[in-house]
Structures are given as structure tokens and as C-alpha cells.
């Protein structure tokens, strides 16, 4: 981190998660950087964090979010439950010292080591129930003394999966909140800031979203290819539960079926991205290997799912379209960096019918899609025209842009 000035704001981004140079966690630490270049950084990281953004001001510990829990527990939990977490917080040495929430000691630590006041700013960019306890807890004690505190949620279940608990600890934090005090609550989606209002009647704010994997000011309009190259169609990102990039083996299929009965004068190249594992016998991908030949009409090219940046931004921005067969059920509430790196970029979006994020996909620059049959057709009818209509991009492109600084916590 670079050298504090004293007359500046402060800017503490705590981000638990962060361990190394890889996922949207470092991410997201650039892209607040960028957003507010007036304040001095300061991290607060996990355990683990190597270090490679330089030093944390502080770090938040397994143990002490450990002992949170029993505390909880030992208050709410079934009579089972209570009488295992005072026996372990007798065994820990602190039954009479519990901290009331995961983190929030250590929040105040920080407030004291920086001296903190109201102008500087604590961002939580990947927020879930400890964070936002940690966050009550902090204003609760500090009252007007704390910073401005700012929490980004992801997850429309807020890291807690059992439903009872996640109302019984929001239904504790209510009258914290009901406060006007400095402490704001955002979203990544609109789609997810409306549920999470009817739901548990958080005044929750949707819309903030943080550039992924480039500066989507640094991208002035789509890759200009010749139309005598292949069409490349891109499936980003290693293959995880929800992103529905199982279903690629069903398209495929389709769209050979297609282009045999009714051939395209160019061919179309799909780009997928995975493991090792992935593409051996057995594999998700194992399907791909058929189709590596570097002629004919359907061709797939496989990448690593460790790419280094520069690397990746290449092959992003070399695609025409951006496909993501996601599980509405999983992706219909929370957001998706690839869908932010699709339309800074002006690609052509494929994707399930129904998923978040329609503000950015509803300027004729996407095409939704149930069956394989539509994916495949959907990648077909862009491959034949859609790549030129380039007025629908850039309006959502636009529409991005306007919406990275109109929603930014200022």
C-alpha cells in the first residue's frame, strides 16, 4: 500500500476472504481503489491473507467468530445446543468474555489504531450476516463516532442457509438498524435488494456493482474481427455448481445438428474454460476433445481455469458472445462479474431466461433461453448477423457505466 497522508479520508475495505491474487476478492480491492481515489487504504483481511497487497491493518480470526457462535448459541440455540456451547466456552477460557459478533472488536480496534471519524469510510464489499452483525455491533458502542460503514451483499441468503436462524439473528439486529445512523446497506442487483426488502424488510439499496476482471472504461467498443474468422463464443470461468456449464455438452450437439443440415459460411469456435480434470475421460468437459480439430464447422478451444489476467482479458475480449447457461434458481437474485465484463466489453450475452441483472440485458444486446435447442439457435442466429448490430451494446454498455458511478456510496 502506498504511503499514508494524514489529510486524506481513509478507506478500510474488509474482506475476509481475501487470501491471494486470485477470484473477485482482489478484485474488487482495485476497483474501489479506482472509485475512490481521494482515500488512503487500509485492509483487514482473514487469517490467511498473504499479503500481496501489502500489509492488513488488522485481521479477523477463525477463533474469535468461533466464540461468536457459541455465544449465539448459548442464547438461541435448542437446549442441546446450549448446554455443547457453555461446555466448549467453558473449555475456551472465555464463557464470561464471549464477543457479541464475529468481528466487530476488531472493527472498533481498527476505529481506534486509524482514528477513524465520520468522514472516513469502511466498506464491506462481500457482506453476509457476520459482517453486518460485526457492523451493529461497532455503530451500537461507537454511536455517531464510527465511520461511515458500507455493506455489499451477495448472497440473497446472507451467508446463513437455515432460514429460521437467518430471521431469528436479522430479527435481533432490528432495532440496531431501525436507527438512522451511518451504517448503509447495498446490493450487488436490484433483483436482490427488492427481495431482501419483502423478505426480512432490510432498507437495502440495489445497484452497486464493482468491475470484475478489467477497467470497463479502458474498453472502447467490441473486437473488430474479420468475418472470414471463426465466430468465437466464450464460457468463462471454472465450472461450478449454479452456472449450469453442464448443459454445454447438450448444446453442442445441437448446434453440430444445425450447422450439418443448414452450414454457416464461417465457422463458430467455442472457448471453455477448466481444469485439467475437467477435460479428461470423465470429465465435464470430456466432450470437448472431439472437437479440437482446428478445421471444420464447429471447433472447441480449451483454456486453463488459471489463466494470469492479462491472458484472460485477451480471450474475453477476443470472443463475439458470452454465453451463460446459469441456473436461474441460483443466478435469478445475485449478480455475475461476467455479465459486467459482457457488457463493458459490447458482447453479445446467451444466456437462461429469467436470471439477474435484466438492466443490463435488455437493450438488444442478449437473448434469453430455456432449452439447449435455443441456446443453440441463439448462437447460430448471431453468428449469422447479430455480431454486426452494434447500436444495443453500446447502449447497455451506457446503461453500465451510468450505473458504476450513480450507485457508488459516496
Known sequence: MLEQDSSRRKLVIVERKLVRNRGHQHTQIGALQKML??????????????????????????RSRELSRLRWRIGNGSLRQKIDAVFRAALSGQILSLPKSPYGRELSQVCDKLDLNTSDLLIVPSADLEALESACQLVDERMDRSPRLVLRFLDPELGE????????????????????????LFCETEEMAAHLNVQYGLDIQGGFYLPCSFDPTATCGPTVRDESEAFRVGLFGAPRLGKGYERIAGIVPVLEKYLQTAPLERPIEILLQGSEENYTEGGIYAFARAYKAEEGALRILCLSDRLDPAEFTDQFLSADAILLPYDPSVYGLQGSGIIQDAVAAEKFVIHSAGISMQSFLSHGNAVAAVSDEEFARGILDLAKSGARKTTGRSAARLHYLKSLSSHMPD
Open 161 to 184: 442457509h437455515k432460514t429460521a436462524r437467518r430471521e431469528e439473528r436479522l430479527g435481533v439486529l432490528s432495532e440496531i438498524l431501525s436507527r438512522k445512523s451511518n451504517l448503509s
Open 37 to 62: 481515489p481521494g482515500h488512503d487504504l487500509h485492509l483487514v483481511t482473514g487469517e490467511d491473507y498473504d499479503g500481496f497487497l501489502g500489509e492488513a491493518t488488522a485481521r479477523i480470526s477463525a
